[in-house]
């Protein structure tokens, strides 16, 4: 796999059962909790459709056909106030630790910015050492206390980050 032939651009209907099984397989990988968490989303299965609301949108980490990552950007659920939500940011083995989470933050962030968002608040579970470590260098900072209802209820790990 060329690193130069991958890239990072919006999901495609297609996608889907690509970016469905990295997501599931993140979490067999890691061993984290099935409930309470985007392994039994509803929309995970149907990310490209998730994401049409206006101000948002789910980028994928691509090589050709093949996804290799992805996350995303949407107005936090039943949340009122201009805050965004990072959801379902997640990498297959085959790209983790080359610096895609990093770039893909990067593009999420001004995306969210030029959407108009205040804040971008995210929830991530413990066991996800490296990814806090990135969102911290990001300057996401930790909250005390979920926001919003995600119904995420395994995730203990809620930061967020003035835009």
């Given at each position: 796999m060329s690193e130069e032939a991958?890239?990072?651009?919006?999901?495609?209907?297609?996608?889907?059962?690509?970016m469905e099984a990295v997501i599931k397989s993140c979490f067999i990988d890691f061993k984290l909790p099935l409930t309470g968490?985007?392994?039994?989303?509803?929309?995970?299965?149907?990310?490209?459709?998730?994401?049409?609301?206006?101000?948002?949108?789910y980028f994928v980490v691509a090589n050709g056909n093949q996804v290799l990552?992805?996350?995303?950007?949407k107005q936090l659920k039943d949340f009122d106030g201009n805050v965004c939500e990072l959801q379902k940011m997640y990498f297959s083995s085959l790209v983790r630790g080359k610096g895609?989470?990093?770039?893909?933050i990067d593009k999420c962030l001004e995306t969210a910015k030029g959407f108009g968002y205040e804040t971008c608040y995210l929830e991530?579970?413990?066991?996800?050492?490296?990814?806090?470590h990135i969102y911290e260098t990001h300057g996401f900072i930790?909250?005390?206390e979920p926001l919003g209802n995600t119904g995420?209820?395994?995730?203990?790990?809620?930061?967020?980050?003035?835009?």
């Open positions: 991958i890239v990072i651009r919006e999901i495609r209907a297609e996608d889907n059962p690509q968490t985007a392994y039994e989303d509803a929309e995970t299965p149907f990310m490209y459709e998730a994401y049409k609301d206006e101000k948002a949108v990552g992805g996350g995303g950007i895609y989470g990093k770039k893909l991530t579970i413990p066991e996800l050492k490296a990814a806090i930790h909250r005390n995420h209820y395994s995730c203990g790990v809620w930061m967020e980050k003035e835009l």
